[in-house]
């Protein structure tokens, strides 16, 4: 911090209380000054040599034979027309950087300027602004906070828009090239570590990181603070990534933590007014620079404090550019009245449409993938969008008032090509089923038709098929692809990912096409499937043949689970494939399955392309 002295005349002024008084062995005072409240019994005559305002009041005051002049309005109050009146005097004054503004603003009042006499008040003022107090860091953001309680002065002087114009030009300077001190309190990595000025050794140098200045301005109002930062941004030089981070910084120094506090009378205008600055300031590419996490966290903000539209649409257009790194905390936003729900899942939805329209639009443009993988690789945002919305609908499938018809309008936001895996999807519905146990079981039926039972993994497929939430429809064709998996060899899905894939988004037809051999002279293949319509409770099992580990082949079914598929398997195709039977009823003549490792063969006398069908 800067000081500067002025005069070296021993003389001093008494306080006694509310008045000042010059105390000289040499001169009676001959004039009474007021200010504000404390009253100055000075001399003319050193007075008048430097101010010319005061020359002008003396006179006028001697026209009307009276010694005392009130001065009102009188900018820095007291302590700063003491600063003034002793510098007439000769005396020693001090100045730095949080008095040095209204110093100036009140020698500016009293016109102690050139013109009364060289080397004057205004003169040396300005000298000591800019050989010190603008070249330095933390001066220039401590007169800039001093500058408030002295507008307009201030203001017109120019001394706001200096200071705001050094603050900017040194935040655009190569941080290898800062010498002076710093706050930087936040968490680093340890290659973005600083070491303050005075400890730096050779040879352990540590760079100084791009965002260093965020936290030293962050002490400004949020006036201030929006033309500092509006400097920043013009000057052209700074990365969007820190202006979002210096953003990001104000907002947690200043926005308070709990919703009491945000909506409270005595602040909620204020944290608008605070909030919307902040929106406003967002860099242009706000999607790309800006975290989404924290962009949710203003867009909650944003509906809490009740800030404008054009704020919200704002916000909303910058975190739909990102969806995909939000996290499901992040998207959990309350409702407002007339909402009935906990979350606002209207403006979710919202998002995800807009994201979704903006990742369409991307990939029309672009040529389609060739295969699974390649579109997988191409579109991971798109799968991180999926994997959220699953997420976000087991959190809102807890809320009672959520309707069937909302759920499945966000559940269907998202395309089947988000979801390769369907298992996130299906505990959300689950959950949806076992905190609305008053659905009717069209309802129940229509949202398992939603999910695709052969994108479940194993795990989840077992424990669906011992869902008795589920409708026996459902549970049906869990069975039916587990048992297709298992004679299929999933056993090797680990090593050829993408056949496997292909394989479990095949129809029944497909798969029985594919797998029944084309001609009977065919070689016999080391796993083989027979098919033999013999009793349903006795050959609807698994054997390993030619093995002695039963761990390594497929497993058996749940009990449970087994009888389940053996009742509604049996007496679907009949001789000349209708179907005549009941889902309950058997048919000794009806074939089963009987899946073996070791070969496939058909003892029914219908053609290849008859299949036993489920519905």
């Known amino acids: 911090m800067k000081f500067m002295k002025l005069g070296s005349k021993p003389d001093t002024f008494q306080d006694q209380g509310k008045s000042i008084r010059y105390v000289s062995s040499e001169l009676a005072t001959d004039v009474t000054i007021i200010v504000g409240e404390v009253i100055f019994y000075l001399h003319k005559f050193p007075l008048l040599s430097m101010s010319n305002r005061l020359q002008k009041l003396v006179s006028k005051a001697n026209e009307e034979n009276s010694d005392v002049i009130q001065l009102v309005d009188f900018p820095g109050g007291p302590k700063a027309f003491e600063i003034c009146a002793k510098f007439c005097y000769g005396m020693t004054v001090t100045l730095n950087p949080y008095n040095v503004v209204a110093a100036r603003c009140a020698a500016e009042y009293l016109e102690m300027t050139e013109k009364v006499d060289r080397g004057n008040l205004v003169f040396k003022i300005e000298v000591f602004l800019n050989s010190s107090v603008f070249r330095s860091w933390k001066d220039s953001i401590i007169v800039l906070q001093t500058t408030k309680s002295l507008q307009p002065w201030s203001e017109n002087l120019k001394v706001v828009g200096r200071c705001i114009d050094s603050i900017a030009s040194k935040t655009s300077m190569d941080p290898s090239s800062i010498t002076w001190s710093y706050t930087y309190n936040r968490k680093v990595a340890v290659s973005d570590k600083i070491t303050e000025v005075g400890m730096k050794f050779p040879g352990k140098l540590e760079s100084v990181p791009k965002d260093w200045w965020v936290e030293d301005i962050c002490e400004l109002e949020i006036d201030l603070y929006k033309r500092v930062m509006v400097a920043v941004k013009s000057k052209g030089r700074m990365d969007g990534s820190v202006i979002g981070e210096a953003l990001r910084t104000y907002a947690m120094r200043w926005l308070p933590d709990s919703i009491e506090a945000l909506v409270s009378e005595a602040h909620s205008i204020r944290n608008k007014s605070l909030l919307e600055t902040i929106i406003c300031l967002l860099p242009s590419d706000k999607g790309v620079?800006?975290?989404?996490?924290?962009?949710?966290?203003?867009?909650?903000?944003?509906?809490?404090?009740?800030?404008?539209?054009?704020?919200?649409?704002?916000?909303?257009?910058?975190?739909?550019?990102?969806?995909?790194?939000?996290?499901?905390?992040?998207?959990?936003?309350?409702?407002?009245?007339?909402?009935?729900?906990?979350?606002?899942?209207?403006?979710?939805?919202?998002?995800?449409n807009r994201f979704m329209a903006r990742e369409r639009s991307s990939r029309d443009r672009n040529i389609p993938p060739k295969s699974t993988n390649?579109?997988?690789?191409?579109?991971?945002?798109?799968?991180?969008?999926?994997?959220?919305?699953?997420?976000?609908?087991?959190?809102?499938?807890?809320?009672?008032?959520?309707?069937?018809?909302?759920?499945?309008?966000?559940?269907?936001?998202?395309?089947?090509?988000?979801?390769?895996?369907?298992?996130?999807?299906?505990?959300?519905?689950?959950?949806?089923?076992?905190?609305?146990?008053?659905?009717?079981?069209?309802?129940?039926?229509?949202?398992?038709?939603?999910?695709?039972?052969?994108?479940?993994?194993?795990?989840?497929?077992?424990?669906?098929?011992?869902?008795?939430?589920?409708?026996?429809?459902?549970?049906?064709?869990?069975?039916?692809?587990?048992?297709?998996?298992?004679?299929?060899?999933?056993?090797?899905?680990?090593?050829?990912?993408?056949?496997?894939?292909?394989?479990?988004?095949?129809?029944?037809?497909?798969?029985?096409?594919?797998?029944?051999?084309?001609?009977?002279?065919?070689?016999?293949?080391?796993?083989?499937?027979?098919?033999?319509?013999?009793?349903?409770?006795?050959?609807?099992?698994?054997?390993?043949k030619g093995s002695k580990n039963r761990s390594s082949g497929p497993q058996l079914m749940p009990s449970r689970s087994r009888r389940i598929f053996d009742k509604l398997f049996i007496g679907k195709v009949s001789g000349n494939g209708e179907n005549r039977s009941s889902e309950t009823s058997g048919s000794s003549q009806s074939p089963t399955l009987r899946i073996i490792q070791g070969e496939m063969k058909s003892s029914c006398t219908s053609s290849r392309n008859r299949r036993n069908s489920i519905s």
């Open 374 to 544: 390649d579109f997988i690789l191409g579109h991971a945002s798109w799968l991180k969008v999926g994997k959220l919305i699953d997420g976000y609908l087991a959190e809102i499938a807890r809320d009672p008032n959520v309707s069937l018809s909302i759920f499945i309008e966000l559940l269907q936001s998202i395309p089947d090509s988000a979801r390769p895996i369907h298992d996130a999807l299906y505990e959300a519905i689950d959950i949806y089923l076992q905190e609305h146990s008053s659905l009717t079981k069209a309802e129940k039926k229509h949202l398992c038709s939603l999910m695709d039972v052969r994108k479940l993994t194993m795990d989840a497929s077992m424990h669906a098929a011992q869902n008795e939430r589920l409708p026996l429809r459902t549970v049906v064709q869990v069975l039916f692809f587990e048992q297709i998996r298992a004679a299929a060899g999933v056993q090797t899905l680990n090593h050829r990912n993408t056949d496997a894939v292909d394989f479990t988004r095949m129809t029944e037809k497909e798969y029985w096409q594919k797998t029944l051999p084309e001609k009977q002279n065919v070689s016999k293949p080391s796993s083989e499937i027979k098919i033999k319509g013999e009793d349903p409770q006795k050959n609807m099992k698994l054997v390993k």
């Open 289 to 352: 620079t800006c975290s989404c996490s924290f962009l949710l966290k203003l867009l909650k903000v944003a509906i809490l404090v009740g800030a404008d539209d054009s704020s919200r649409d704002e916000l909303v257009k910058g975190i739909s550019l990102k969806l995909d790194e939000a996290s499901v905390n992040d998207i959990l936003i309350p409702a407002r009245s007339p909402q009935t729900t906990v979350y606002d899942i209207e403006l979710v939805k919202c998002l995800v």
